[in-house]
């Protein structure tokens, strides 16, 4: 695999019962890239970004994370993971919590960049039961990226938050990704599909297309991306 | 008041416990456990085995002896006095009684005087065979003229007269208390873990399963243990409960007890979604062991059937080593305690690798 390759997946499965969450996905995301996972609720974007996390054994398939197949233990060091709804100690401050993650990852330092990048340094003493669902979001986002991962997972990282916030998380998601640090973002809201360097549309499971913003647009022919999708979607329901 | 409201909540209340198989069972399935199990324990319990040595040379002793043996209170044995204490020692029966060789002499002086020797750990079956000894004599001296004073001579293995039932029950109870409460606190704040997502990302980071087990071990241990000395001096200094052993011994006991119950609620809690869920394994888990654990009656005047459902409980090693040490003095030379202290550490053993293994499974 190159050097230049972040995450493969390859033709991954997984069926919960009678439900095929993912279906024969394949995917490469390359280096330093921010890879959007775009599609509505229950496409199996959460479901994929678990099995790169290597939290769910794909029914088939392989998925290759920094060079090493998982499952393995060891390459999770270098992968953040920020979940759904931003998973903290509601008992414990701000730092408290990146600190936790700190030392989970065997990391010394950090805790205060980490804090001063999502702009909760001064809110460093706060317990996290008193946040607001931005700060608790920003904070959580703080413990995915503490020990300085060089992959990022982040699902869906920005649900709840206001435009503003949006804008200034985007950024550094951005400043992140000039550093050398490979994003996979899952949502489905399009303004912020336009910010990925590429996209993978996800619908029942399926990779329907793939590419930057501008070749998704002009695969399907349309304007903006929101139609692109839901053409590309209705595409593939009728075939 | 709306009626339509109002029925719009009890509706929406009774729907959801359709859908909740779990807790319906434990309505209508857990009251019958328990009462089930005290109604088999309370009315079929065995009786408390008595030994019977008479040496009596007069007709006094054998007329006595068989009224002890048609009492219903107590099972007779025969024995030989000299075996008494062994017997007692290894728990077969709870007391023995000689008629003296001057037994039917001493009555014809007007002084009834059998000797009476307890076990003295369990006041209960203590009170039992002193109450069929007086009825007994009551019946064969009943023809008997003349005033004739009864003077039995009661000797005690461990305790003595002045252990009551406070020094029996305390001694468990401290150890049950440790247990319940430490059970609780881990099930719940362990599926906080699994509620807040929290669990989710410790999963999605290098720690292993066994490092997120024993380190919630250790961290409730430690509360445990705080817990365990609070109890520990309130029962000894300020209730006063007997004690015969060594303090530090029982609460190495104690901690063993806590150790058992963080595990325990770490494995239970990969069954339970919510906290309401995790809530009801106590009727489930605690009282049963509650009854059946020995706290309230002895394990051996059990049924045979629940005796072996008590055999596979560590709360009943546990209780059983409490009592040893406090009441009779045991210490760690002790085979029973031996015993006892070895099967609590095992099921800690079998609880941490139960919790370990469960724990991927159920992470989603």
Same mark, same amino acid.
């Given at each position: 695999?190159?050097?230049?390759?972040?995450?493969?997946? *390859?033709?991954?499965?997984?069926?919960?019962?009678?439900?095929?969450?993912?279906?024969?996905?394949?995917?490469?995301?390359?280096? #330093?890239?921010?890879? !959007?996972?775009?599609?509505?609720?229950?496409?199996?974007?959460?479901?994929?970004?678990?099995?790169?996390?290597?939290?769910?054994?794909?029914?088939?398939?392989?998925?290759?994370?920094?060079?090493?197949?998982?499952?393995?233990?060891?390459?999770?060091?270098?992968?953040?993971?920020?979940?759904?709804?931003?998973?903290?100690?509601?008992?414990?401050?701000?730092?408290?919590?990146?600190?936790?993650?700190?030392?989970?990852?065997?990391?010394?330092?950090?805790?205060?960049?980490?804090?001063?990048?999502?702009?909760?340094?001064?809110?460093? !003493?706060?317990?996290?039961?008193?946040?607001? #669902?931005?700060?608790?979001?920003?904070?959580?986002?703080?413990?995915?990226?503490?020990?300085?991962?060089?992959?990022?997972?982040?699902?869906?990282?920005?649900?709840?938050?206001?435009?503003?916030?949006?804008?200034?998380?985007?950024?550094?998601?951005?400043?992140?990704?000039? *550093?050398?640090?490979?994003?996979?973002?899952?949502?489905?809201?399009? *303004? @912020?599909?336009?910010?990925?360097?590429?996209?993978?549309?996800?619908?029942?499971?399926?990779?329907?297309?793939?590419?930057?913003?501008?070749?998704?647009?002009?695969?399907?022919?349309?304007?903006?991306?929101? @139609?692109?999708?839901?053409?590309?979607?209705?595409?593939?329901? @009728?075939? | 008041?709306?009626?339509?409201?109002? =029925?719009?909540?009890?509706?929406?209340?009774?729907?959801?416990?359709?859908?909740?198989?779990?807790?319906?069972?434990?309505?209508? $399935?857990?009251?019958?456990?328990?009462?089930?199990?005290?109604?088999?324990?309370?009315?079929?319990?065995?009786?408390?085995?008595?030994?019977?040595?008479?040496?009596?040379?007069?007709?006094?002793?054998? +007329?006595?002896?068989?009224?002890?043996?048609?009492?219903?209170?107590?099972?007779?044995?025969?024995?030989?006095?000299?075996?008494?204490?062994?017997?007692?020692?290894?728990?077969?029966?709870?007391?023995?009684? &000689?008629?003296?060789?001057?037994?039917?002499?001493?009555?014809?002086?007007?002084?009834?005087?059998?000797? &009476?020797?307890?076990?003295?750990?369990?006041?209960?079956?203590?009170?039992?065979?002193?109450?069929?000894?007086?009825?007994?004599?009551?019946?064969?001296?009943?023809?008997?003229?003349?005033? &004739?004073?009864?003077?039995?001579?009661?000797?005690?293995?461990?305790?003595?007269?002045?252990?009551?039932?406070?020094?029996?029950?305390?001694?468990?109870?401290?150890?049950?208390?440790?247990?319940?409460?430490?059970?609780?606190?881990?099930?719940?704040?362990?599926?906080? /873990?699994?509620?807040?997502?929290?669990?989710?990302?410790?999963?999605?980071?290098?720690?292993?399963?066994?490092?997120?087990?024993?380190?919630?071990?250790?961290?409730?241990?430690?509360? =445990?243990?705080?817990?365990? $000395?609070?109890?520990? +001096?309130?029962?000894?200094?300020?209730?006063? $409960?007997?004690?015969?052993?060594?303090?530090?011994?029982?609460?190495?006991? /104690?901690?063993?007890?806590?150790?058992?119950?963080?595990?325990?609620?770490?494995?239970?809690?990969?069954?339970?979604?919510? /906290?309401?869920? =995790?809530?009801?394994?106590?009727?489930? &888990?605690?009282?049963?062991?509650?009854?059946?654990?020995?706290?309230?009656?002895? %394990?051996?005047? /059990?049924?045979?059937?629940?005796?072996?459902?008590?055999? %596979?409980?560590?709360?009943?090693?546990? $209780?059983?080593?409490?009592?040893?040490?406090?009441?009779?003095?045991?210490?760690?030379?002790?085979?029973?305690?031996?015993?006892?202290?070895?099967?609590?550490?095992?099921?800690?053993?079998?609880?941490?690798?139960?919790?370990?293994?469960?724990?991927?499974?159920?992470?989603?």
């Amino acid at each position: 695999m190159s050097e230049q390759v972040a995450v493969e997946v *390859d033709s991954v499965t997984k069926e919960f019962g009678v439900i095929k969450a993912l279906n024969g996905v394949t995917l490469r995301v390359r280096r #330093g890239e921010i890879y !959007g996972l775009l599609g509505p609720n229950g496409a199996g974007k959460t479901t994929l970004i678990r099995s790169i996390v290597g939290l769910i054994a794909p029914n088939s398939g392989t998925v290759t994370v920094l060079g090493r197949k998982l499952p393995n233990l060891d390459v999770l060091r270098e992968v953040g993971y920020m979940t759904q709804q931003a998973a903290l100690y509601p008992g414990l401050s701000v730092e408290e919590n990146v600190s936790f993650f700190a030392a989970i990852y065997g990391v010394e330092g950090g805790v205060k960049d980490a804090l001063e990048f999502v702009d909760l340094y001064t809110r460093r !003493g706060s317990v996290v039961a008193t946040l607001s #669902g931005g700060m608790r979001q920003r904070c959580s986002l703080a413990c995915a990226l503490v020990h300085r991962p060089r992959l990022l997972l982040l699902d869906e990282p920005t649900v709840g938050v206001d435009p503003q916030l949006r804008v200034e998380l985007w950024e550094q998601f951005r400043r992140m990704a000039a *550093d050398g640090t490979t994003i996979i973002v899952s949502s489905h809201v399009m *303004d @912020e599909a336009e910010r990925c360097q590429r996209l993978g549309l996800i619908q029942y499971g399926r990779l329907l297309a793939e590419g930057s913003p501008s070749e998704v647009r002009a695969q399907a022919g349309t304007q903006n991306l929101e @139609e692109a999708f839901l053409k590309l979607a209705g595409e593939k329901k @009728e075939s | 008041m709306s009626g339509h409201r109002i =029925a719009a909540i009890t509706r929406r209340l009774l729907q959801g416990f359709r859908r909740d198989r779990r807790t319906l069972a434990l309505l209508f $399935v857990a009251p019958l456990v328990i009462l089930g199990l005290l109604g088999y324990m309370l009315r079929n319990s065995a009786t408390s085995a008595v030994g019977v040595a008479n040496q009596d040379s007069g007709p006094l002793g054998a +007329l006595v002896a068989s009224a002890l043996d048609g009492s219903t209170k107590i099972t007779t044995t025969n024995i030989a006095a000299s075996d008494g204490d062994a017997k007692l020692k290894d728990g077969s029966i709870v007391a023995y009684i &000689v008629f003296p060789s001057d037994f039917t002499q001493g009555a014809q002086g007007g002084v009834i005087a059998p000797q &009476v020797h307890l076990e003295g750990s369990q006041p209960n079956a203590a009170a039992q065979a002193l109450q069929a000894l007086q009825s007994a004599l009551a019946t064969s001296a009943s023809n008997r003229p003349g005033a &004739v004073r009864v003077q039995p001579e009661v000797t005690y293995l461990y305790g003595g007269p002045n252990l009551d039932t406070l020094d029996y029950f305390g001694a468990a109870a401290i150890g049950l208390i440790v247990f319940f409460l430490v059970f609780v606190v881990t099930i719940v704040s362990f599926l906080n /873990e699994r509620s807040q997502g929290t669990l989710e990302r410790l999963m999605a980071s290098p720690l292993r399963r066994g490092e997120i087990v024993i380190g919630y071990m250790i961290g409730f241990t430690v509360l =445990a243990l705080v817990q365990s $000395v609070e109890v520990l +001096l309130f029962a000894l200094y300020v209730l006063n $409960v007997h004690n015969a052993g060594n303090v530090f011994l029982i609460f190495g006991i /104690e901690a063993l007890m806590a150790i058992t119950a963080v595990n325990l609620g770490i494995f239970l809690s990969m069954f339970a979604r919510t /906290e309401f869920q =995790a809530v009801q394994f106590i009727p489930l &888990v605690i009282v049963p062991q509650f009854l059946l654990s020995g706290i309230l009656f002895p %394990v051996s005047s /059990e049924p045979t059937w629940l005796q072996y459902l008590s055999n %596979v409980l560590p709360l009943t090693y546990a $209780v059983n080593a409490l009592r040893d040490v406090m009441v009779k003095g045991a210490d760690l030379t002790w085979s029973s305690l031996q015993l006892d202290v070895g099967v609590v550490a095992a099921f800690v053993l079998l609880f941490v690798v139960a919790g370990t293994a469960t724990l991927r499974r159920r992470v989603g």
